[in-house]
C-alpha cells in the first residue's frame, strides 16, 4: 500500500508543507501551473530554493505576497475561488475541507458564524496558496494511504491580532481537537493553523510507532532557527499492513447521512454526481417527512474511511446541509469472482457469488445486457433468461 507519512516533530506549516512536496518530487511548475488557475496570481509569487536547517538539506518554498493592502475574504469567498478554479473534484473538495477546518475553528473561538470569519492572520492569500498547494500536491503523489506522527506544537506565547496567547494559537488548539500533540520542544510556536487543518482534513491514522518501508525521504523548511531543526520529515513509502486491515479491503465502510428540504429534484441529480466523482462507493435518496410537515430527502453516502474530509466536504459545498451524521458499518460480502462467458451476442460479464451454503449463485452484468438490448431490439430479461438458460442456470421473466 503506497503510503505518505509525516513526521512532525517540528511542527507543520503551510510553507513547510509545500517544501516537503517539492522535496518529494511533485514539480515545482506543476505546482505554479495549477495555482496560476486561481486567477488571484497577481497577488503573489512563489519563490522555491534548497537551503539547509542545522546541516539538513531540503527546499524552502516562500509565499511572497505583493504589497500590503489586501481584502479580508471570507470561507464563502475562498470556497467559490477555489470551486470556479477547474481543479479535479477531488483536489476541489481536500481544499475547501482544510479551509473548512480553519474557518469552524476562528468560529468558534470567536463565538460567531462561519461566514463570519474574515481571514485576516492566517492570510487571505498566503493561506489560498498553500492550502490549494497541498491539496495539488496529495493529489499529485496519489497514495492509498495518509499516516501521521503526533504533532509537535512548540511553546511559549504567540502574538495574534486579537492579543498574546500562549502555544498553540486559539484557533490551532481548536483544529487540533482529538488529535495527539507534543508540546515544549522549543519556545516557540511550531505549528500553525494552516499546518494543522492539512493534517486535520487529509491524514487518516496519527501514530507514534509507524509501520512503513521508506522509499524516498523529504524536507520542507521552516523559516525560523530553533534549537532543534525546524523541518518537516515527510516520508513515501509501502505499508504491508495497517492498524485496521479491513477498512483497506472494503468491509469497513462509513454511512454519511443528512435530511435535505431545500434542493430540487435536478439539484440533488448534481449533487449525487459530485458524490460519486468524489469517491462516494453508493449514493441514494430516501423520502421522509420533517419537522413542519416538510416533504424532505435522507441522503446517505456510502465511503471508505480515508474519504471522509473529501465526501463531507463536497456536501457541505453543494448542499444546503449544516451537519452530518457519519457512522461506521460493516459489509459482510459474498465471495465473488467475475467471468467472461461467450454468447452469441458476443462476450458478456458473469459475476458468481458463494452462498453460505456452497451453491453458487449466478448474474449477468446488467450494463452488458443494456447493450445487447440496445442493438437487437429486445428486453434486457430476455436476454438475461437465454443466457442463463444456455449456462444451465435460471432465468427471470421479462
Keep these: 500500500m503506497k503510503t505518505l507519512y509525516y513526521d512532525c516533530f517540528s511542527g507543520i506549516s503551510g510553507d513547510m508543507h509545500l517544501g516537503a512536496m517539492v522535496d518529494m518530487g511533485v514539480p515545482a511548475e506543476y505546482i505554479r501551473k495549477e495555482l496560476s488557475k486561481l486567477r488571484i496570481d497577481e497577488e503573489f509569487t512563489l519563490r522555491i530554493y534548497t537551503a539547509q536547517k542545522m546541516g539538513i538539506s531540503g527546499t524552502k518554498v516562500d509565499v511572497v505576497v505583493k504589497g500590503n493592502d489586501h481584502e479580508h475574504r471570507s470561507f464563502t469567498d475562498i470556497s467559490r475561488i477555489i470551486m470556479t478554479s477547474g481543479y479535479s473534484k477531488k483536489v476541489e473538495a481536500l481544499a475547501v475541507a482544510i479551509f473548512r477546518k480553519i474557518a469552524e475553528a476562528e468560529a468558534d473561538v470567536h463565538g460567531v458564524e462561519i461566514d463570519e470569519v474574515h481571514f485576516h492572520e492566517v492570510g487571505a492569500t498566503d493561506a489560498i496558496v498553500d492550502i490549494v498547494g497541498a491539496a495539488l500536491c496529495i493529489d499529485y503523489l496519489n497514495v492509498d494511504r495518509i499516516i501521521a506522527s503526533p504533532v509537535q506544537v512548540g511553546g511559549g506565547f ?98 454519511i ?122 428486453s434486457p430479461g430476455k436476454i438475461r433468461n437465454q443466457i442463463m438458460g444456455a449456462l444451465g442456470g435460471d432465468g427471470i421473466d421479462a
Design 158 to 255: 504567540v502574538k495574534c491580532a486579537h492579543g498574546t496567547f500562549p502555544v498553540p494559537a486559539p484557533a490551532t488548539t481548536e483544529i487540533l481537537k482529538n488529535i495527539p500533540c507534543r508540546f515544549g520542544a522549543v519556545n516557540k510556536e511550531t505549528t500553525t493553523p494552516t499546518g494543522a487543518a492539512i493534517l486535520a482534513a487529509a491524514v487518516d491514522e496519527f501514530t507514534s510507532s509507524p509501520e512503513i518501508i521508506p522509499e524516498k525521504i523529504s524536507y520542507g523548511l521552516g523559516t525560523k532557527d530553533f534549537s532543534i531543526p525546524n523541518v518537516l520529515r515527510v516520508v513515501l513509502g509501502t505499508t504491508e499492513t495497517v492498524s485496521v486491515p479491513e477498512e483497506s479491503d472494503g468491509k469497513v465502510n462509513l454511512l
Design 257 to 378: 447521512e443528512c435530511n435535505i428540504d431545500d434542493m430540487t429534484g435536478e439539484d440533488l441529480g448534481y449533487l449525487m454526481n459530485r458524490l460519486f466523482d468524489a469517491g462516494a462507493l453508493d449514493v441514494f435518496y430516501t423520502p421522509i417527512q420533517m419537522k413542519k410537515n416538510r416533504p424532505a430527502v435522507k441522503l446517505s453516502v456510502l465511503c471508505l474511511p480515508n474519504l471522509k474530509e473529501t465526501i463531507s466536504g463536497t456536501l457541505f459545498n453543494y448542499s444546503g446541509t449544516f451537519g452530518l451524521r457519519v457512522t461506521r458499518v460493516e459489509k459482510v460480502m459474498m465471495e465473488r469472482t467475475t467471468k467472461q462467458v461467450p454468447t452469441k451476442w458476443g462476450t458478456v460479464r458473469l459475476k458468481e457469488g458463494v452462498l453460505p451454503s456452497g451453491e453458487v449463485t449466478r448474474k449477468v452484468e446488467y450494463e452488458d445486457l443494456a447493450k445487447i438490448a440496445d442493438a437487437e431490439a429486445i
